[in-house]
């Protein structure tokens, strides 16, 4: 059931969830209709392997799941958000405040595709945002292409899940530019978006690896993960991926590993 949150400046009345994530160790408050995160979020999470110290950029972080699962299997690591929405970009914050990540996170609300939404934001280091490297940058983009898909009833829904005017190659390629060299750069998408992905990650990164994501044994994958490291010239790797349920339905061990108890994604593709 929605429970309203009145410290929250949202631009119009919108009621909200108290969802849990990684066996409850994350509470997040998120709207009750219109983007809401789940699965996708957690799996990109899993794919992050970090060194104590370095830096995390969420690109269209929505109300922070991804960075904050992220974080608790990477407690020594600094994460920011990025995120159009003021509404999401309000929620992010609560949800820092109360899985206390406020001291290891820092959320900004910017358009990807106006520069000029950046001025007086800083990235690690203290560097103007545009010109900072971040050591990994991960994102779940809006998964539709304009005209591919209805308007939802909400301008969250619709935000969240349609390409507005940053197409998803310049999406990545902004992804792309926030990283440091030799970083990394992982994006969770739909299976039918994996040529278009690897079209624009090729284009600065190497040591690409594909990971399908199968709902179960024997059928197609509809999500994958990709990750590259920028700057580097290694080939391209299909892993084996990773099956999500077994025939009757119920979560795979390696599923509820990474869901439940917040294991890294790494350790079930080797």
């Not at 009145?6 to 209709?33: M, R, W």
Request: with cysteine; charged share 25%; net charge positive.
């Amino acid at each position: 059931m929605g429970q309203e949150q009145p410290n929250i400046p949202l631009k119009k009345a919108v009621d909200y969830t108290d969802d849990h994530f990684l066996g409850n160790a994350l509470k997040i408050t998120q709207p009750k209709e219109g983007f809401r995160a789940g699965s996708d979020a957690v799996l990109l999470a899993a794919m992050i392997s970090a060194k104590a110290g370095e830096s995390l950029l969420d690109v269209g972080c929505g109300v922070g799941t991804a960075g904050f699962c992220a974080l608790h299997r990477l407690p020594d690591c600094h994460l920011w958000g990025l995120e159009l929405q003021g509404e999401l970009v309000a929620l992010a914050r609560l949800n820092a405040e109360q899985n206390s990540f406020v001291g290891r996170s820092s959320f900004i609300e910017a358009d990807i595709g106006a520069r000029t939404s950046f001025a007086g934001m800083d990235g690690p280091g203290g560097k103007p945002f545009l010109e900072a490297g971040f050591d990994h940058v991960f994102t779940n983009p809006p998964f539709y292409g304009k005209g591919r898909a209805r308007s939802a009833k909400t301008e969250i829904k619709t935000l969240a899940h349609i390409e507005g005017s940053v197409a998803l190659p310049e999406w990545l390629q902004f992804c792309v530019a926030r990283a440091k060299s030799k970083g990394t750069v992982t994006v969770i998408h739909r299976a039918d978006r994996l040529g278009d992905i690897l079209v624009a990650l090729q284009k600065g990164c190497g040591r690409i690896r594909v990971v399908p994501l199968w709902p179960e044994a024997g059928q197609s994958a509809k999500r994958v993960i990709v990750q590259g490291i920028k700057g580097d010239k290694s080939p391209l790797e299909l892993t084996r991926g990773l099956v999500l349920h077994e025939k009757d339905g119920t979560p795979t061990a390696a599923a509820t590993a990474i869901a439940r108890e917040g294991a890294a994604l790494k350790s079930f593709l080797e």
